[in-house]
């Protein structure tokens, strides 16, 4: 599935660190849901309902904590050149909410720069999205939720679905405390010395001295694309129901040590119900976090 009005690039940097950004060729209304403790953002506030923002140009999802939240003025430029915006009596203004996560614990401690946002501008396209260890997914890790752990590493993923007209597509960058499930079975996150998962919920729920209770280095961020016609207050209201997506395919889902952020996005015409949209907003969310990591290795 792709959306015409949706592109997608990524750069990749040395050290363990990249930046993804979704444009749309127009603007398009958009909500978000803050359902993490530890976010990382620039320009999401004006999105809050009653303020005067309902539309942009781009979102970016990019590695390298707050030091890369500043990248996305590469972003702003390179739609700018396109002239795509929000008109202001001096010039084109295009609106770029971003978001982080933190990647700075594996490799080097590097991050993204605006040059490395206008590349991943350059690069994006509405034919095959590129997932797994790309662009901001390429520092993601994930299973960090165990002192005797060795986490696995995370990714950038897209899930999508279509129901007659209607499409709803969610792209995850994950990068979380706990293990990712697939029907109930660990297919990524804590392992031991010889490979085996060791289940963080497991710990946790037995008062073991190995779970960890403060790690404040996690995120996973997803952005939801629909074709439906809604309004901020629907989009909103969608972000929260993709929560519900989290919790499927993450155990433990939504610490106080991850800094979760849903935007939703409306990019089309098509008449639809919000809980419709919402419904299948939560299971695209957790098709995208699978996604994420279907190539996931242990690292070290």
Known sequence: MHFENLLIGHKSLAGNTGISVLLFTQRVVCAYHLCGSAPGTRDVVPLNLGNSVEEIDALVFTGGSAYGLGASTG????????????????????????????????????????????????????SEYAR????????????????????????????HIQTGELKVLACAAVNAFGDVRENGKIIAGAVDAHGRFLNIEQHLLRGSAEARTSLPQNTTLVAVVTNAALNQEALFIVAKMATAGFARALSPALSPWDGDLVFSVSAGQVRSDVTLVGTIAAEATRLAILDAVRESQIIG
């Open 75 to 126: 972003v702003m430029e390179y739609q700018q050149e396109q002239g795509r915006g929000l008109a202001t009596p001096g010039r084109i203004v295009p609106i770029v909410p971003t978001a982080c996560i933190f990647d700075l614990a594996y490799g080097e401690p590097v991050y993204p720069a605006a040059q490395d946002a206008y590349d991943a501008c350059k690069a994006a396209t509405n």
């Open 132 to 159: 797994g260890r790309v662009g901001v997914g390429i520092g993601a890790t994930v299973g960090k939720g165990l002192e005797n752990g060795r986490p696995m590493t995370g990714g950038f993923g897209v899930g």
